[in-house]
């Protein structure tokens, strides 16, 4: 039980909870487009031939790349 109380709480404190990927990435593109995207985070799915799906399957395989896209987020929303 104390675990789960743990876990709740973690979730209450975190700002991306309930947030999904594909609305981080359409938000992200609507307010950078995907050059200025490419030239912030120098990933290949933002630079040659971007789309959304293909990001997202990047992404979802990439930790690293993932919590860059989700720092910008939170950057650029606030």
Same mark, same amino acid.
């Given at each position: 039980?104390?675990?789960?109380?743990?876990?709740?709480?973690?979730?209450?404190?975190?700002?991306?909870?309930?947030?999904?990927? =594909?609305?981080?990435?359409? @938000?992200?593109?609507?307010?950078?487009?995907?050059?200025?995207?490419?030239?912030?985070?120098?990933?290949?799915?933002?630079?040659?031939?971007?789309?959304?799906?293909?990001? =997202?399957?990047?992404?979802?395989?990439?930790?690293?790349?993932?919590?860059?896209?989700?720092? =910008? @987020?939170?950057?650029? @929303?606030?």
């Amino acid at each position: 039980m104390e675990e789960n109380n743990k876990i709740m709480q973690e979730q209450v404190n975190n700002p991306l909870h309930g947030v999904k990927l =594909l609305d981080i990435l359409e @938000y992200l593109h609507a307010v950078y487009g995907w050059k200025e995207l490419g030239d912030r985070i120098q990933i290949r799915c933002f630079q040659s031939n971007p789309s959304i799906k293909s990001s =997202l399957k990047f992404l979802r395989k990439t930790p690293w790349a993932r919590e860059q896209v989700e720092q =910008l @987020y939170l950057e650029t @929303y606030k």
